[in-house]
């Protein structure tokens, strides 16, 4: 009995938890959204080439350090990165952190992205 009270509990606890741990975590991603689209932020812009994951690429940039956010355009996949320590600076950073992120193509293959270009590179 006292087993079944504690399982139910767990999940009342769960059912309240979740909601406000997703909504937090959406609060966040909009304001980070929100400081790299202002005209003062320093920010790459990296298109995402078809069969990369932009997920992991993002996953990557947030692990060494740089806010970036989803930024489609046109039907485009793009990532706008932002460089806290100016574009500058920054870009070369960045740009390894892109080419060594591990990832998998669609079909399996491990895809590795040699030249990285950002947006303002042409």
Same mark, same amino acid.
């Given at each position: 009995?006292?087993?079944?009270?504690?399982?139910?509990? !767990?999940? %009342?606890?769960? #059912? %309240?938890? /979740?909601?406000?741990? #997703?909504?937090?975590?959406?609060?966040?991603?909009?304001?980070?959204?929100?400081?790299? +689209?202002?005209?003062? *932020?320093? =920010?790459?812009?990296?298109?995402?080439?078809? &069969?990369?994951?932009?997920?992991? %690429?993002? =996953?990557? /940039?947030?692990?060494?350090?740089?806010?970036?956010?989803?930024?489609?355009?046109? &039907?485009?996949?793009?990532? /706008?990165?932002?460089?806290? &320590? !100016?574009?500058?600076? $920054?870009? *070369? !950073?960045?740009?390894?952190?892109?080419? +060594?992120?591990? =990832? =998998?193509?669609?079909? &399996?293959?491990? /895809?590795?992205? $040699?030249?990285?270009?950002?947006?303002?590179? !042409?």
């Amino acid at each position: 009995m006292i087993i079944v009270l504690f399982l139910v509990a !767990g999940v %009342v606890v769960l #059912l %309240v938890a /979740l909601p406000l741990i #997703l909504r937090s975590a959406m609060r966040q991603v909009e304001e980070t959204d929100a400081e790299l +689209h202002t005209p003062a *932020a320093e =920010t790459l812009c990296y298109a995402i080439p078809n &069969g990369q994951d932009p997920v992991v %690429v993002m =996953t990557a /940039l947030h692990h060494a350090g740089y806010p970036a956010v989803s930024d489609p355009v046109d &039907g485009d996949q793009r990532l /706008l990165i932002g460089c806290p &320590g !100016g574009r500058k600076s $920054e870009r *070369a !950073g960045v740009r390894a952190v892109i080419e +060594h992120a591990h =990832t =998998t193509g669609i079909e &399996g293959a491990d /895809l590795r992205v $040699e030249h990285v270009r950002f947006e303002d590179e !042409g």
